[in-house]
């Protein structure tokens, strides 16, 4: 059964950083590309940043330059560092995973970026 857990949301004044983690089991993440997305009050789930499994990188434009996705194949993990935090990156921040053809999601965790 596959599983990811988010952590490391909290509140954080504009400026800020914050750095997320996501801890995956039921899954050996050294073969797949890992995600993260986000969804605002009131808005859609958008998506963030990826990371393949040769730990190529993208980012959304309203990222970019600002937030870093990693990953330690070795602790199955996946990371979101993010600086220069503004308000309107506030939203639940979810990690996300395609495996074995199904879509893998954590329960999100909450990022509050105040002005």
């Known amino acids: 059964q596959v599983q990811l857990v988010e952590s490391g949301g909290g509140l954080v004044q504009a400026g800020g950083s914050l750095r997320l983690s996501c801890a995956a089991s039921?899954?050996?993440?050294?073969?797949?590309?890992m995600a993260w997305y986000r969804q605002a009050p009131g808005k859609q789930r958008e998506w963030v940043a990826s990371?393949?499994?040769?730990?190529?990188?993208a980012y959304a434009e309203a990222v970019k330059g600002r937030f870093t996705i990693s990953r330690d194949n070795a602790k199955n993990m996946v990371y979101l560092q993010m600086d220069s935090l503004r308000s309107e990156d506030t939203a639940v921040y979810y990690c996300?995973?395609?495996?074995?053809?199904?879509?893998?999601w954590g329960q999100g965790t909450q990022v509050t970026v105040s002005s």
């Open positions: 990371i393949t499994s040769v730990s190529a990188t």
């Open positions: 996300q995973v395609i495996f074995g053809g199904r879509d893998y």
């Open positions: 039921g899954i050996i993440i050294r073969m797949s590309a």
